[in-house]
């Protein structure tokens, strides 16, 4: 059996292959193209088309990508982190582990900017194996982990490496303060190069953003802005701005100033509106958006138009401040 797991671990990997296949057809470089430009015609090309899947496609394109990731584009932000504090009982971590299906959680002490590491279920598990009647003298220090702590501008691929390298599969995003920013864990780095992966014990999301049937459109907060602009085909951020936000959530946020309240209802200068259907104090959580009042011209991605001189004096104004409507349901 280990001469055949030997042999087999020689066998070349379908990376491997992909790599090799690489090297065979990269063209030859001018001085003003890039490998990544390289890589990126090999793939897109009639030959590779007819070589390589499209699943093999994708992952090389996620490859490229991952290259230019940082921590902070693959973390779980703070608001969904899901930890236990360091005084928790035995029969508390069990509940939770069982709700939230997760196999690793972060420990910290009093609140999230005080983690002191992690705890596995598999030491939870061989702790009761060798405890049988000592429930109540459960500690959580006794079978803790360490964690690691990174910044968030690191790159994706460096904390991939440290992960291997340190057999430290969880790290926790911190800013320059001392504050956790977010968590990432290997299977996060992973899935960014080969796609969602579901054990069976995953339970199935829902889709981030769905279309309604009278037009509108129910969005979970976290939704990427880019995915909206995708669906409705026009531009919702100027990214020659610096903007911080990625999410429908954090754009709300940014039009108003702070987290609105359940039932408002936000104007976009594009002409949609976004309702918020669920928040509490500290964020939004779920928006309805409406679509009915976009303009052919935010549709048709026009801009630096001359303004109309008998339009509405709102219109000419700046469209951010003079579009902006706050309107609470009563």
């Known amino acids: 059996m280990r001469a055949k797991d030997g042999e087999a671990a020689r066998q070349p990997s379908t990376l491997t292959h992909l790599l090799d296949w690489f090297v065979k057809k990269l063209p030859g470089r001018t001085e003003d193209q890039s490998l990544r430009e390289s890589i990126e015609t090999v793939i897109g090309g009639h030959e590779a088309t007819e070589e390589l899947g499209p699943q093999a496609r994708h992952m090389l394109m996620n490859i490229l990508s991952f290259a230019e ?7 779980v932000p703070r608001a969904d982190i899901v930890a236990v504090d360091i005084s928790a009982s035995l029969d508390d971590l069990l509940s939770l582990t069982r709700e939230k299906s997760h196999s690793r959680l972060p420990v910290y002490r009093e609140t999230l900017d005080e983690p002191i590491g992690m705890v596995h279920i598999k030491d939870v598990l061989a702790w009761m194996a060798s405890h049988p009647n000592e429930r109540r003298s459960f500690d959580l220090r006794a079978i803790r982990r360490q964690v ?5 501008s690191m790159p994706a691929r460096d904390l991939l490496l440290k992960m291997q390298s340190s057999r430290i599969h969880m790290a926790l995003v911190v800013d320059e303060y001392g504050g956790t920013d977010g968590l990432v864990s290997i299977e996060d780095l992973v899935e960014e190069i080969v796609g969602d ?5 995953d339970v199935a999301e829902r889709a981030p953003l769905i279309q309604l049937s009278d037009g509108s459109i129910d969005a979970l907060a976290r939704a990427p802005i880019e995915d909206l602009e995708d669906m409705l085909q026009l531009t919702l951020v100027d990214r020659k701005e610096d903007d911080d936000a990625d999410t429908l959530g954090g754009l709300v946020f940014s039009l108003v100033g702070r987290i609105p309240q359940r039932g ?3 104007s976009h200068p594009v002409g949609i509106e976004f309702e918020i259907r669920d928040a509490d104090p500290r964020r939004i959580k779920r928006l309805l958006i409406h679509q009915e009042t976009i303009t052919p011209k935010a549709a048709s991605g026009e801009t630096d138009a001359e303004p109309d001189p008998g339009a509405d004096p709102v219109s000419s104004a700046d469209p951010i401040d003079a579009s902006l409507d706050l309107n609470e349901k009563s």
Not at 69 to 75: K, N
């Open 197 to 201: 992966i579901e054990d069976e014990h």
């Open 264 to 266: 408002e209802l936000i």
């Open 148 to 152: 690691l702590f990174v910044p968030p």
């Open 69 to 75: 990731q940082r921590v902070d584009d693959v973390m």
